[in-house]
C-alpha cells in the first residue's frame, strides 16, 4: 500500500513542478519578447524623416509626402521603385491631420469599439426597414 501512495506523491510533485517550470519559460518569454520590442523600437526612431500622408493611387502604388528635415517632398512608391514628384513648400501643406486620422490616432480602444457597435445597429435597423418595404 505505501508503494501506491508513493507513486501518486511523486506524480503530483511532478506536475507540480513541470507547471513551475512552465509558468517561469512563459516569463521569461514575456520579458525576452518586452525587450525586444523595446530595442527595436529605439532602433527606428529618425528625427529628420516623417512620413506625412500616404495616398493609395493604384493596387500597389502610393503617393507619399515625406518631411525630410525641414522639407516637405512628394514621393510615388511603386512595387520597385520610390521616385520624387516635387517639393512642397510647408505652407501649401493643409493641416496635417484630417478628422478621421485624428479621431483614430486619439481615440481608444473603447471609442472605437463604440462607434463600430453603433454603426452596426444602424445598419442593421436600415435592413431591417428594408426589410419591411419589401413586405409591403
Given at each position: 500500500m505505501t508503494v501506491l501512495l508513493a507513486g501518486s506523491t511523486d506524480s503530483y510533485i511532478q506536475l507540480i513542478t513541470v507547471l513551475v517550470v512552465f509558468v517561469l519559460v512563459l516569463g521569461v518569454t514575456a520579458l525576452v519578447t518586452r525587450w525586444i520590442?523595446?530595442?527595436?523600437?529605439?532602433?527606428?526612431?529618425?528625427?529628420?524623416?516623417?512620413?506625412?500622408?500616404?495616398?493609395r493611387i493604384a493596387g500597389n502604388k502610393y503617393v507619399q509626402i515625406l518631411r525630410i528635415g525641414d522639407t516637405y517632398v512628394a514621393v510615388a512608391v511603386c512595387k520597385d521603385?520610390?521616385?520624387?514628384?516635387?517639393?512642397?513648400?510647408?505652407?501649401q501643406l493643409k493641416s496635417s491631420q484630417s478628422a478621421q486620422?485624428?479621431?483614430?490616432?486619439?481615440?481608444?480602444?473603447?471609442?472605437?469599439?463604440?462607434k463600430a457597435a453603433k454603426k452596426k445597429v444602424a445598419d442593421s435597423a436600415k435592413a431591417e426597414d428594408s426589410q419591411s418595404d419589401d413586405e409591403n
Amino acid at each position: 500500500m505505501t508503494v501506491l501512495l508513493a507513486g501518486s506523491t511523486d506524480s503530483y510533485i511532478q506536475l507540480i513542478t513541470v507547471l513551475v517550470v512552465f509558468v517561469l519559460v512563459l516569463g521569461v518569454t514575456a520579458l525576452v519578447t518586452r525587450w525586444i520590442a523595446n530595442y527595436q523600437k529605439q532602433q527606428n526612431v529618425n528625427a529628420n524623416v516623417e512620413i506625412i500622408e500616404t495616398t493609395r493611387i493604384a493596387g500597389n502604388k502610393y503617393v507619399q509626402i515625406l518631411r525630410i528635415g525641414d522639407t516637405y517632398v512628394a514621393v510615388a512608391v511603386c512595387k520597385d521603385t520610390v521616385t520624387q514628384l516635387c517639393q512642397i513648400p510647408k505652407e501649401q501643406l493643409k493641416s496635417s491631420q484630417s478628422a478621421q486620422g485624428s479621431f483614430l490616432k486619439s481615440a481608444g480602444f473603447k471609442e472605437l469599439l463604440d462607434k463600430a457597435a453603433k454603426k452596426k445597429v444602424a445598419d442593421s435597423a436600415k435592413a431591417e426597414d428594408s426589410q419591411s418595404d419589401d413586405e409591403n
